[in-house]
């Protein structure tokens, strides 16, 4: 990944985007036409909310008993953002959505791709152009008063997976 401001090469550790992501998957009631479409709306404002560097905001998507894969559960994943969003002045991040998958009334998995990056992301070529890190990225969401993440799963991928 290129710092813009610094024309510096610096890597983001791979737990760090899906948390990031993990927080996107969150707080949405089904106000908003079919479950599929607050799914898609949610992910659209947990990118902002993390482009915007607001921990509390992302920490409200993510369900009370959440686990990663790495073990990690909510209380830890806010640290873990708080450490990044200081060390980190830009986050940018492009998704593409690849399955959502109602399984009953309250759970659904989502599988997207995840690239992040410094700089403005606007298309999938700047992907390659910024050297942006790309993620697969595997939620389970629950649904109780609203949408949240209650466990994530992601793994390295590349330019040709996000396309």
Known sequence: MVNADR???YYVPRAIPIL???AVL???SGDS???EDALRDLIDRGVEAAEQRSVDDLRELVHASYRDQRGHDKQRLGGLLQGYFFRHRNIHLF???QRIELLGDNQAEVDLYLATAGSV???IDAVSRLAARVFRVELELLLEDEWQVRHARWTPASLGDLE
Do not use: K, Q, Y
Request: with cysteine.
């Open 33 to 35: 036409g079919s479950p």
């Open 95 to 97: 998704t593409r959505v």
């Open 26 to 28: 969150v707080a949405c």
């Open 7 to 9: 024309g510096t090469r």
């Open 20 to 22: 990031l992501l993990n």
């Open 121 to 123: 992301i606007s298309d």
